[in-house]
């Protein structure tokens, strides 16, 4: 079945340090693939997704490519800040509403 | 944007009592809610889908006795965990579909204890 591997945290950077957060992804169609962030307190949201391979998704200075040939997701960004710490979630959802998601990753960023 | 409200955001309760999770659409209608739940370590994962004034549809494995999805209404869907153990435990979530641009919307999830 579908399913998706993240990689685990926790993570910690220093401000302006460069980040990536591994995601691959089993699929048995063409599934869309996002990236969902959840700040301390507050619900997931939708950081960033992509529909088809080759698209990259990209919002606050983070961006993450729909690689087919390895299956991958993969979360970065340039240059973190102290705000940017939360957990992420990698998802994915191959048709209708159903989601499957990684299992999150904690993201720390000291100043 | 589209907000969802789910309370409370932690419980602790004693093994075998009830407890009520809430999930309300604050400012638009759902036509549809999902319930999943995270256990330590291990991913988010659906446990069933319900649409306003139908029964919940519940995934693999999970028992519909014992976690009462109520969806009474297009902002207010409810998730009771019946006579509860120390393997309830976990993160459970809510996402509603509707909103803006028709997407998906999670509440900000409930941490349940139970000792």
């Known amino acids: 079945g579908d399913s998706v591997t993240q990689m685990e945290g926790p993570v910690t950077l220093s401000e302006e340090a460069f980040l990536t957060i591994n995601c691959t992804y089993t699929a048995t169609g063409y599934p869309s693939l996002f990236w969902y962030v959840q700040y301390p307190g507050e619900g997931l949201q939708l950081l960033l997704k992509a529909t088809k391979a080759d698209d990259k998704g990209s919002n606050k200075g983070f961006e993450a490519t729909y690689r087919k040939e390895t299956t991958s997701f993969h979360l970065e960004k340039g240059s973190v800040q102290v705000s940017d710490s939360a957990v992420y979630f990698c998802a994915l959802s191959d048709s209708g509403n159903q989601f499957y998601f990684g299992t999150g990753t904690s993201l720390t960023v000291i100043p | 944007g589209a907000v969802v409200s789910q309370h409370p955001s932690w419980v602790i309760c004693k093994s075998g009592t009830s407890v009520k999770i809430e999930c309300r659409s604050l400012?638009?209608?759902?036509?549809?809610m999902f319930w999943y739940r995270q256990f330590p370590k291990q991913s988010l994962m659906l446990m069933a889908t319900s649409n306003e004034g139908s029964k919940a549809t519940y995934e693999q494995g999970v028992e519909k006795d014992k976690f009462l999805i109520n969806h009474a209404s297009l902002t207010l869907s409810t998730l009771t965990v019946t006579s509860a153990h120390p393997e309830d435990s976990s993160f459970y979530i809510c996402s509603a579909l509707g909103g803006a641009k028709n997407g998906y919307t999670f509440g900000s999830g409930t941490r349940l204890t139970v000792v």
């Open positions: 400012d638009f209608q759902a036509t549809t």
